[in-house]
């Protein structure tokens, strides 16, 4: 038997509706700075890479 876990969709947890991890202001900022490149955020390099990106977030929280 195939599980019909697959089925539904995934932002709900067993008919319930998950809570967001983070608020749609925070989503937007960190869309926003992984759009912008490092230099003009004051970074000494040209591309992100995830853990700089991290970091960068994790020192500016909205």
Known sequence: MRSTRRAWP????????????ISDDEREFNVATARTRPVALGRPF???????????????QV
């Open 10 to 21: 995934r932002w709900t947890l067993g008919g319930r509706e998950a809570v967001p991890l």
């Open 46 to 60: 040209t591309r992100w890479i995830l853990r700089e990106l991290a970091d960068q977030l994790s020192h500016h």
